[in-house]
T-cell receptor, first 114, second 117 residues
Framework: EPEVTQTPSHQVTQMGQEVILRCVPISNHLYFYWYRQILGQKVEFLVSFYNNEISEKSEIFDDQFSVERPDGSNFTLKIRSTKLEDSAMYFC????????????FGPGTRLTVL | AQKITQTQPGMFVQEKEAVTLDCTYDTSDPSYGLFWYKQPSSGEMIFLIYQGSYDQQNATEGRYSLNFQKARKSANLVISASQLGDSAMYFCAMREGRSGANSKLTFGKGITLSVRP
């Protein structure tokens, strides 16, 4: 069964460094999302992406964040200058199309900012 | 106001028994969708079940069913015949508006379920 994959599973970085989190959504899916979950807290929406552009973003998704779909398979989240409070689990999700409701999540990338 | 409220701090159930996990929601949009996800200790988010606001019948998926009470704005998850592998965190989530590009999910804080042998 196709699934969303994410790399790396765990990323440790120093404050102020740039990180790129990578996702490969399910191949025939059209809508892509990033969420994050700070340890022990609820999952929060960051950004949605469709037709090669951002369709919605939350207040968390400020100028330090960007997303890209550089080719037909990858979907990346870049944090330009990481802060301590960016430490969280980052989930990528994809959805097949507007007639489909389910968002399928990847296994997550745990980002630790030191 | 919280859009999704999950107030049960932790639930325990005996193996093979049924358990209900509570979720209430708040929206003024007549079109919305409700989701339940399971998060085991390994961390991944597993989609369980979906209920649309216009669906006439309660959703069911195997051992999972959703007790949808629209007037009370509740969408409780019922797990029948609990198994040890059901021990996990369970999140209720909502999509407001029709399913489209802007279909972000808003999650509740989650409920921890522990299944006792």
């Amino acid at each position: 069964e196709p699934e969303v994959t994410q790399t790396p599973s765990h990323q440790v970085t120093q404050m102020g460094q740039e990180v790129i989190l990578r996702c490969v959504p399910i191949s025939n899916h059209l809508y892509f999302y990033w969420y994050r979950q700070i340890l022990g807290q609820k999952v929060e929406f960051l950004v949605s992406f469709y037709n090669n552009e951002i369709s919605e973003k939350s207040e968390i998704f400020d100028d330090q964040f960007s997303v890209e779909r550089p080719d037909g398979s990858n979907f990346t989240l870049k944090i330009r200058s990481t802060k301590l409070e960016d430490s969280a689990m980052y989930f990528c999700a994809s959805r097949r199309g507007s007639s489909y409701n389910e968002q399928f999540f990847g296994p997550g990338t745990r980002l630790t900012v030191l | 106001a919280q859009k999704i409220t999950q107030t049960q701090p932790g639930m325990f159930v005996q193996e093979k028994e049924a358990v209900t996990l509570d979720c209430t929601y708040d929206t003024s949009d007549p079109s919305y969708g409700l989701f339940w996800y399971k998060q085991p200790s390994s961390g991944e988010m597993i989609f369980l079940i979906y209920q649309g606001s216009y669906d006439q019948q309660n959703a069911t998926e195997g051992r999972y069913s959703l007790n949808f009470q629209k007037a009370r704005k509740s969408a409780n998850l019922v797990i029948s015949a609990s198994q040890l592998g059901d021990s996990a965190m369970y999140f209720c989530a909502m999509r407001e508006g029709r399913s489209g590009a802007n279909s972000k999910l808003t999650f509740g804080k989650g409920i921890t379920l522990s299944v006792r042998p």
